[in-house]
């Protein structure tokens, strides 16, 4: 290898405020920004820590610690005797540290995560559930499909929304991450043709991968679905499954109305495809809107499985969603789960019947808090960054952002060491795609949005390392 950087030549690179905190974390993201910049090009030997900490005048553990975050990234690769070199990581994983696990608890403001805080109505359910938690004690302790309380509240939420439901229909499942991961495995062969939509919820398009599917895009137009779009994509794919988000769509925040509902299902009966319709999000109507009938309400011959969750409405720490589908399909599912994990836990099943009780109460909740927070951080928004633009949604919990000036990524860079962690567009597209969108979520209170607005301004006014980027530097041959 002969192409190196030493101490001095780094440390004039990253050009780190001394004041930065936490400084290791700092300096990993000031290299990791370099390499993606093509500023420091891969495979350039980067200095021995002891020597990078002399020339920013820190400590050699410091360093450690930055070299350590960067390995686990995939940015450096090192090798005993012969030092380390910068990398860049998997292509699917580029631009991408999981913030599910690595978020934890490092104090940044978590808008990289659309994820409300728990409804009020929360404790009373938990205590609800411990009183009539022991005689079922009585039994085994676990249900395949679901205790009944349980499936009998979904499938009367079902029917009240316009779409007939049997509790024979339900199958409660640990999420409706695995509910989906279970429909991906039952309905596709590696190498199956699958349409998702373009943006879309991240950890589907990893669902997709890892069953080998040959995921079809669908991109979403500024002002939502174009079924002519979506039908030809449809037919010319021969998908054999599709995914659609249609109540205030992840992240763009669209509703779709009954008339491309209809289309939708239609094209998907003349191409043979099955929809998946995830309904996270669809009890969350934040403006007086139109009301929409469920997809299923459009479907004859029982290709559309419907998906939902606990985790927007009421609480994310409740890890409990299902399916709806025909009965025969929820067997079929109940089979193929309980290889996985038999079925959900008890006890939150329990708590998430007696919920279903206060359903009304708890939108109305969501109204007035994820309403006050939308509107903060679109205020706070055009206040601070008046050349963004973005469509204020109906519902939903993001905002779905056109940056100008630096892409996302970089931006997301530079955020996380101003104490905001974000979630660039590239996360929601397939290929690296949508690298000039940002999703930024308002399910946080207005004082943690409009503070993290004010610390994204502050990132894109000073850069990731509290300083002016400094100019390219060449490196030693």
Not at 250 to 277: E, F, I, K, S
Not at 342 to 356: G, T
Not at 464 to 470: C, F, S
Request: proline content about 7%; overall charge neutral; charged content about 20%.
């Amino acid at each position: 290898m002969d192409r190196y950087l030493s101490g001095p030549q780094l440390a004039r690179l990253v050009a780190i405020d001394p004041g930065a905190r936490p400084y290791y974390r700092v300096l990993a993201e000031a290299v990791r920004s370099l390499i993606l910049d093509g500023r420091l090009p891969v495979r350039v030997r980067v200095p021995a820590e002891r020597h990078l900490a002399e020339a920013l005048g820190v400590s050699r553990t410091t360093v450690t610690a930055a070299y350590d975050r960067l390995r686990e990234q995939g940015y450096l690769e090192s090798r005993q005797g012969a030092g380390s070199w910068t990398a860049l990581p998997d292509p699917g994983a580029l631009g991408v540290e999981n913030p599910w696990i690595a978020a934890g608890d490092d104090g940044l403001l978590p808008l990289h995560c659309a994820a409300p805080h728990a409804t009020s109505a929360l404790p009373a359910a938990i205590a609800h559930a411990s009183e009539h938690y022991p005689r079922y004690a009585l039994g085994m302790g676990y249900d395949p499909v679901g205790i009944v309380p349980l499936r009998e509240a979904i499938a009367a939420r079902y029917t009240a929304r316009g779409l007939a439901t049997r509790p024979e229909q339900i199958l409660v499942t640990t999420g409706a991450q695995q509910a989906i991961h279970l429909l991906i495995t039952m309905f596709l062969s590696p190498g199956d043709p699958m349409l998702i939509e373009s943006p879309t919820y991240p950890h589907v398009i990893d669902l997709a991968r890892i069953r080998g599917a040959r995921i079809v895009p669908a991109g979403l137009a500024e002002d939502g679905w174009h079924l002519d779009l979506l039908a030809s994509a449809m037919g010319q794919s021969a998908a054999r499954l599709a995914y659609v988000i249609p109540d205030f769509q992840n992240p763009t925040g669209h509703l779709m109305d009954d008339a491309v509902r209809a289309g939708l299902v239609g094209a998907a009966r003349r191409h043979g495809t099955t929809l998946v319709v995830d309904e996270t999000w669809s009890e969350l109507a934040i403006d007086e809107v139109s009301r929409t009938a469920p997809l299923g309400a459009f479907d004859t011959d029982n290709r559309v499985i419907s998906v939902g969750s606990a985790s927007k409405l009421w609480w994310g720490g409740l890890r409990i969603g299902w399916i709806r589908a025909t009965a025969a399909t929820v067997r079929r599912l109940a089979v193929l789960r309980a290889a996985v994990d038999i079925a959900s836990p008890l006890f939150e099943q329990l708590v998430v019947a007696r919920l279903f009780e206060d359903m009304e109460e708890t939108r109305a909740e969501r109204r007035r808090t994820l309403g006050a927070s939308r509107d903060a951080l679109a205020a706070a928004l055009r206040e601070r960054m008046p050349d963004w633009t973005f469509t204020v949604p109906a519902g939903g919990g993001s905002l779905w952002v056109r940056l100008e000036g630096p892409s996302a990524g970089a931006l997301a860079d530079a955020a996380a060491c101003h104490g905001v962690r974000l979630a660039p567009g590239t996360w929601f597209g397939v290929d690296g795609a949508l690298e000039h969108r940002l999703r930024l979520p308002f399910t946080q209170p207005p004082r943690i949005v409009t503070e993290a607005v004010e610390r994204i301004a502050e990132a894109r006014l000073r850069g990731p390392h509290g300083a002016r980027p400094a100019e390219p530097l060449t490196p030693a041959l």
